[in-house]
């Protein structure tokens, strides 16, 4: 496509002054930067810069977070939101310890085969961690291609990405893989944003396809997304966990306990549908559930 290699150079020209600082930046602690990459799916960064520190210090390594009850890990999660992530991370930690003598391992296959690992996860590992010459595709590069080499009728459109990739592969340097991923997902989250992309201080403007063509659209929430009294069911689940964080270990709280402080008023409806959604989440590792008599009770995993 036309204006690859000025893009290439402005990008890094524009990195080398504008690049964010970053905690799990310039480091090669594959730890480290696997729980930096697992908090960053689906969290904003500043979040990310708030806990990164803190879950280190309660599991300073892998064999450590191996070591820990789940539900320490899932407390220590607190704030993070997608708790499935807490329980991923947690399992990862015991398997590389168990089949990987506690070192995480260097090939794409065993890495993305891990509990919580998915294509891009594996990638920015390698490119991360061990200098491998990957590209990495996340949300932010996936835009930015988007915009950049096709035209996008608005700033919501995106084009699919099996069509990113080879794109993505294809512009790779042969020096230089690291800081040109980091790059690419700062010009991504910083300048050409989701929303209210900085087109006039973007430094490839010159050369994208899709600005002064596409028009700003406000996102919506998807009416797909399932409901439950007013709130969507991922964000009740969310707040189940919260309450059950807030018990001490070896405790456990009945369903109509939990009942009472997810609703006010709670109906005889909210019990049956609670107790679904309390067996999907044991189904996820995240609950553990007892019956006492005819009362069901629950606790962190």
């Known amino acids: 496509m036309r204006g690859q290699a000025e893009f290439s150079r402005k990008v890094i020209s524009w990195y080398k002054r504008e690049g964010r600082t970053l905690p799990w930046r310039g480091i090669r602690d594959p730890y480290r930067i696997l729980v930096s990459e697992i908090m960053l799916q689906q969290t904003q960064v500043q979040r990310v810069l708030e806990k990164y520190p803190v879950f280190l210090k309660a599991f300073?390594?892998?064999?450590?977070?191996?070591?820990?009850?789940?539900?320490?890990?899932?407390?220590?999660?607190?704030?993070?939101?997608?708790?499935?992530r807490a329980v991923r991370l947690h399992l990862l930690a015991q398997t590389v310890m168990e089949s990987f003598d506690g070192k995480l391992p260097e090939d794409y296959e065993s890495l993305h085969?891990?509990?919580?690992?998915?294509?891009?996860?594996?990638?920015?590992?390698?490119?991360?961690?061990?200098?491998?010459?990957?590209?990495?595709?996340?949300?932010?590069?996936?835009?930015?291609?988007?915009?950049?080499?096709?035209?996008?009728p608005t700033t919501r459109t995106m084009r699919p990405e099996k069509e990113i990739w080879p794109l993505a592969e294809s512009l790779l340097p042969k020096k230089g893989v690291y800081d040109w991923n980091q790059a690419l997902m700062d010009m991504g989250a910083t300048v050409c944003r989701a929303r209210n992309p900085l087109c006039d201080e973007c430094p490839v403007s010159e050369v994208c396809h899709s600005r002064a063509r596409m028009k700003s659209t406000v996102q919506t929430t998807s009416s797909k997304e399932a409901h439950y009294r007013g709130l969507p069911v991922r964000i009740r689940r969310g707040h189940i966990?919260?309450?059950l964080r807030n018990i001490p270990d070896g405790a456990s709280v009945s369903i109509h306990g939990i009942a009472a402080q997810l609703f006010d008023p709670h109906v005889p409806e909210d019990v049956p549908w609670l107790e679904g959604v309390l067996r999907t989440l044991e189904k996820d590792g995240l609950v553990q559930l007892k019956r006492r008599g005819r009362i069901l009770r629950a606790a962190l995993r």
Not at 62 to 73: E, G, K, N, Q, Y
Not at 126 to 139: T, Y
């Open 60 to 84: 300073p390594s892998l064999r450590t977070l191996a070591r820990a009850p789940r539900s320490t890990v899932i407390r220590s999660w607190q704030g993070m939101g997608y708790n499935n």
């Open 113 to 152: 085969a891990l509990p919580g690992i998915g294509p891009y996860t594996a990638r920015a590992v390698l490119s991360s961690a061990f200098g491998k010459r990957e590209a990495i595709v996340d949300i932010n590069v996936r835009r930015l291609f988007s915009r950049v080499f096709w035209r996008m």
């Open 241 to 243: 966990i919260e309450r």
